[in-house]
């Protein structure tokens, strides 16, 4: 089961590759932050495959090992939320010609839920389709979720009237990307489609507002305006 983790590693690496030979600078600060979530997604992708691997081979991998992987895999994705708010927040500062981070309410969700991922219990069910992992650190990556969709409601709450369509888009995208594969996974464990989830996000912010031939064609549209 793990090839699916695998082939949306591929589509993160192949979307990573046609952001860095397309043309024009990438200077902006939310591009920056696309370039960290796409190489932090593509790592967390090829953890989650192997956790698939680790999870389903109890009997021959070392529990530490196991217990030491699914850490990685979990506080990446918890870390993967964290990114995509920083992402929109710093796509809405551009708008709005100023700095709104604060990064006390914004940076504590991140580590307490890494923190209870490394100190609270983790478990493993066997199951027909895939055995899988559950307990307490698990239940850090939803309460990750559910904290950076707050922020991000509240990001829309306070600058909806002042944001242009396509930036509203590209919250959608990652509320939309999030919310039904999180709520899925509660309901079904043994799915294991976060990946899905991390793609759909990732793709969803080149195609709207990270595509640099896009964005090419806007400046020149604007230039011909002038």
């Known amino acids: 089961m793990y090839k699916t983790q695998l082939a949306c590693a591929v589509i993160i690496l192949f979307i990573g590759v046609l952001y860095f030979t397309s043309g024009g600078k990438k200077t902006a600060g939310s591009s920056k932050r696309f370039v960290t979530l796409l190489i932090c997604s593509f790592i967390q992708l090829i953890f989650d495959a192997t956790t698939v691997y ?6 021959t991998v070392p529990p530490i090992l196991n217990r030491v992987i699914h850490i990685i895999f979990i506080g990446m994705l918890e870390l993967l939320f964290y990114l995509a708010y920083r992402y929109l927040e710093a796509m809405i500062e551009e708008e709005i010609g100023k700095k709104i981070r604060r990064y006390s309410y914004t940076l504590t969700p991140l580590l307490v839920t890494i923190s209870g991922t490394v100190l609270l219990p983790l478990y493993y069910v066997e199951s027909k389709r895939s055995n899988y992992s559950y307990g307490p650190a698990v239940y850090m990556i939803y309460l990750g979720v559910a ?3 707050f922020l991000i409601i509240r990001l829309m709450a306070q600058y909806g009237k002042i944001i242009p369509a396509k930036k509203k888009r590209v919250i959608r995208i990652a509320l939309l990307s ?10 079904i464990p043994d799915l294991l489609i976060t990946c899905i989830g991390i793609v759909s996000m990732n793709l969803g912010i080149y195609m709207t507002t990270e595509n640099p031939d896009t964005l090419l064609a806007e400046q020149l549209a604007k230039e011909k305006q002038r």
């Open 147 to 149: 904290i950076y969709v």
């Open 54 to 59: 680790t999870v389903n081979h109890l009997e």
């Open 178 to 187: 999030e919310i039904p594969i999180t709520i899925c996974q509660i309901l």
